[in-house]
């Protein structure tokens, strides 16, 4: 199941990323000698792909964002920006973060909940559907099934000019045609 859903997310991440722009534009530079490219790979490190998300990083927990490799960023892509949300609850959304600076190898745990992250080269936070800046965990309600969690990464060609606070419209509206590249990571949680 985690699967078919891995696939819808990278299917809606198309659509945020605009027609022109796609992995299949990057440079020789990148190109593995394959005649294939290294992805992009932004994962947290305490737990795995399609895994269970650690309790400290959830509502019930600390509530506090996890700590994230990164690897194979585009020699494009200027910043990157990361949206999570819970497919399973109408795409509810926990966390939105941009203009992390391209050539971060690690986004560190507990980034703090204001517009801007001085620690991560000034990037920028949204607004999630509590109502707040910054991240809020996972926080199914009680008796449901474990509901899917989505960590989208996107590489970005440019520096947003989106203010902190903006919601996911705006962010949307922000990467359309400036995606070089997106990876998908999922994990669950229940209570």
């Not at 309790?55 to 964002?65: A, L, N």
């Amino acid at each position: 199941m985690l699967s078919r859903r891995r696939l819808l997310a990278a299917g809606g991440a198309a659509v945020v990323a605009g027609c022109g722009s796609g992995p299949d534009e990057r440079t020789a530079t990148e190109d593995d000698g394959s005649g294939g490219y290294e992805p992009l790979v932004v994962r947290p490190s305490g737990f795995e792909d399609e895994g269970t998300i650690p309790r400290k990083y959830t509502g019930v927990g600390d509530d506090v964002s996890p700590p994230m490799t990164v690897e194979n960023v585009p020699a494009k892509a200027e910043t990157l920006a990361i949206v999570l949300d819970d497919p399973d609850a109408n795409e509810f959304l926990h966390w939105l973060i941009w203009n992390v600076p391209a050539d971060t190898d690690e986004i560190p745990e507990g980034i703090p909940q204001s517009g801007t992250v001085d620690s991560l080269g000034g990037a920028r936070q949204g607004t999630n559907d509590f109502g707040e800046v910054g991240y809020r965990g996972p926080l199914p309600p009680e008796g449901d099934a474990a509901h899917t969690y989505q960590f989208t990464t996107y590489a970005v060609d440019t520096s947003l000019e989106l203010a902190a606070g903006a919601d996911r419209g705006e962010l949307d509206s922000a990467l359309d045609g400036h995606v070089i590249d997106r990876y998908p990571f999922v994990a669950t949680f229940e209570r």
